[in-house]
């Protein structure tokens, strides 16, 4: 059995998305069992199975505009988020699935999963949409301000192995995200990070990527420090979103304009789904010595039974281990 | 009279466009004169007028795929682009109107026109859409991949008095672009630069802004280091044409969407305008001894003549010297 804990107080609609999701996923993948973390009086009303689930009682959780999530964490040790990733590093559970803070998560987990024996960084990795449709996993998406390109390349390495392990793509190629696709562009850190993922034969290096394409790029993985992946990111989001409140605008204008707007909603609504972060699943937080996956804060049920999907895959596919296998291995 | 040198060989539909753009420019806009630098030959079928307007034979081109753009304008004096940079130094210009490769453009104008004398850095500076169809100035789009916070406040000193005088905004709000709207977010370099422009009183800072908010910006004018804000901007470019490619493909799906994607065609390429860089106009490369403007390389007549009309205003304005005096007034 694997198993996963569940944060089922951190995120917006919190906990009922995040129980029923759980529900879900304990109907629909047989070898897992949960245990949610949080308040047993809010979560009850939502739990309509008692099999494979099971309710540990926190107290206190933690805020989602946390300006120092380091010292929330730390000051709430019995905390839904805090509890859950606890209880990873007991080896009470295999993976943790919380839609709470992202900063929060991530010093939490670093402080009480800890970190994998060979990787000196976490990272966060979150999948991207594409205009194909494959996905494309994106970091350090806010993990390390300012990084060296060897934990770069450790990161490549880890997003290689959860590409083909996970989504399933045979020969993952990695791009760093760079202002020009010519050799030597960029940075120092660029330039240094393009001549060490070059020599390297454990992947699949493609070269420079410009954000031009960051809908349609030509690798499966594209990796910049966490600043700049970051800002891609938001970037993307902000875009995407306010592209989408110009065309409302756009198409209401008009008799014909209403009337094609009406015809054209159920498309509408397809084409909004596939920019939806719930379709996409969660990020996972690289580095790390147990599982951590980051629902959106946003996220319904079938947002955060897609996550718990993933971290159940990671476990199975026994991702963490492969990992430090090759960074071993590259090492000698 | 303003004089504008205008390099009719640059971009993809040179020298056409650019010379109707120019003849438009002549006819709408009284106090101006323009120089068309190029060839002759294929120059004149689309010259309809000679009045205020004459051509300066040109040799050569910049490519614009151009891997070296300092030593192809080193190397080629004679072309349309360099032509109509030397004019400006040479005081037979005011200003140039290019739609050539930036890069070769950046590099041109520094060799040739010459860095204004309070300013140590250029920066290029475009225009971005925004959903309140207010204009939002974004640098430094592609100059400096490294810069000083010092070097920032300059930019920042110049695109106040461009928003205040060339987009009439009365008080124009600078932000810096980062990770987290908090302050101290973000790099050594976004911290300092947080903390110089906090204490500085010839700018009204913002703060800090996160890119999701990048087409609805709490200011006016977003500034980063030119690594940064180039990754924004393409971005956001590769965000808008992505989502639109999304769009197009569902919207055409089944009878009633094929109906519906009819009646909105109008609405739909209104939508499609208001992200077109056509409408929004060039780029202002900021720093030079001279006004020079970067039409985008895809420019048609409409676009290229909103670059000449953005020179002249620069000019009237008497931009350049403004800034000098604030730079100068805040040094002492």
Do not use: W
């Not at 109907?27 to 309710?55: F, M, W």
């Not at 394409?213 to 938001?234: E, H, Q, R, W, Y």
């Not at 204008?253 to 015809?263: E, N, P």
């Not at 719930?278 to 049920?301: D, F």
């Amino acid at each position: 059995m694997i198993k996963i804990a569940v944060d089922a107080m951190g995120g917006d609609f919190a906990p009922k998305e995040q129980v029923q999701g759980a529900m879900m996923a304990i109907k629909l993948i047989q070898d897992i069992e949960i245990t949610l973390y949080g308040d047993e009086l809010a979560i009850k009303p939502h739990l309509t199975n008692s099999e494979r689930i099971r309710i540990v009682q926190s107290e206190g959780t933690i805020d989602m505009g946390e300006k120092d999530p380091i010292r929330a964490i730390r000051s709430n040790r019995k905390s839904s988020m805090a509890m859950a990733l606890s209880s990873v590093r007991n080896k009470e559970n295999d993976a943790v699935v919380s839609s709470g803070a992202t900063q929060a998560l991530i010093a939490g987990a670093h402080i009480l999963v800890g970190r994998m024996k060979a990787m000196k960084r976490t990272a966060i990795a979150p999948v991207i949409p594409s205009i194909s449709g494959k996905p494309v996993i994106l970091l350090d998406a806010g993990g390390n301000i300012e990084i060296k390109p060897e934990f770069m390349l450790h990161q490549a390495y880890f997003a290689t192995i959860y590409a083909k392990e996970i989504l399933g793509i045979e020969s993952p190629k990695v791009g760093l995200i760079n202002i020009g696709t010519e050799d030597g562009k960029g940075r120092q850190l660029d330039q240094d990070a393009f001549a060490l993922f070059k020599e390297n034969t454990s992947i699949d290096f493609f070269g420079n990527v410009e954000p031009k394409a960051v809908l349609d790029p030509p690798c499966d993985i594209l990796i910049s420090d966490g600043f700049t992946a970051n800002i891609v990111m938001k970037t993307l989001e902000g875009t995407a979103k306010g592209v989408g409140v110009m065309l409302k605008q756009e198409l209401k204008r008009g008799f014909f304009g209403k009337l094609g707007l009406l015809l054209s909603m159920k498309n509408l609504k397809r084409f909004k789904k596939r920019l939806s972060p719930e379709e996409i699943g969660g990020a996972m937080i690289y580095g790390l010595n147990g599982v951590v996956i980051k629902a959106q804060g946003s996220s319904k049920s079938v947002g955060f039974y897609n996550g718990i999907r993933q971290a159940a895959n990671v476990v199975r596919q026994d991702v963490i281990n492969k990992v430090n296998h090759v960074i071993e291995k590259e090492g000698e």
